[in-house]
């Protein structure tokens, strides 16, 4: 028998997201391990943290990072694949968070290259306060040359500015167009 839903390009990824805000975790978060099926963390190995998640099954997912000394960077790491851009006029995100401080985020698009990787930020950052707020954000792909069409792997990418935060995820999604 057929279906009437549509096989978007996202929905394995969407799925993937969503199995992080369906299951109960609290975990520490250790450097480059999966803590969900395709997410991870990786920080500056010149800084020094602790970093755990937590969420109830169908709940927020909590991130909190408590640093000891500030590196340069670190980043929120959801696996895209191969997802193939080729057709599509535009990739984008929605994001609805929650800090008890605010804070801001810069959404990148990662795409695997011959050379190691491109990174392609969007135009817009994402600020995170004491209310709970949605972010919608697309890069247009035809002028973004540094996505290619093609990639042996993506990563969406969030990075966080160097520091300790508390971050509630409530939402994330992926489209493209």
């Not at 800084?47 to 755990?52: D, L, N, P």
């Not at 909590?62 to 590196?71: I, Y």
């Not at 004491?130 to 247009?140: I, M, N, Q, R, V």
């Amino acid at each position: 028998m057929g279906t009437n839903l549509p096989y978007d390009l996202e929905a394995e990824t969407n799925q993937q997201i969503g199995a992080l805000f369906s299951s109960a975790l609290s975990t520490p978060i250790t450097d480059g391990e999966h803590f969900s099926p395709g997410v991870w963390m990786l920080f500056d190995p010149e800084g020094s943290q602790t970093a755990k998640v937590e969420s109830s099954e169908h709940g927020p997912v909590t991130l909190s990072v408590e640093t000891q000394k500030p590196g340069g960077w670190m980043g929120l790491h959801i696996a895209l694949g191969g997802l193939d851009l080729s057709n599509v006029g535009s990739f984008g995100l929605v994001f609805r968070s929650r800090a008890p401080k605010a804070m801001s985020i810069q959404p990148c698009l990662r795409s695997g290259t011959d050379d190691g990787f491109s990174d392609a930020f969007f135009s817009k950052a994402i600020v995170a306060h004491k209310a709970s707020g949605t972010h919608l954000d697309c890069l247009e792909l035809a002028t973004a040359p540094r996505v290619p069409a093609q990639a042996p792997w993506r990563d969406l990418v969030f990075f966080f500015q160097p520091g300790s935060f508390s971050l509630e995820l409530h939402s994330l999604k992926i489209f493209t167009a």
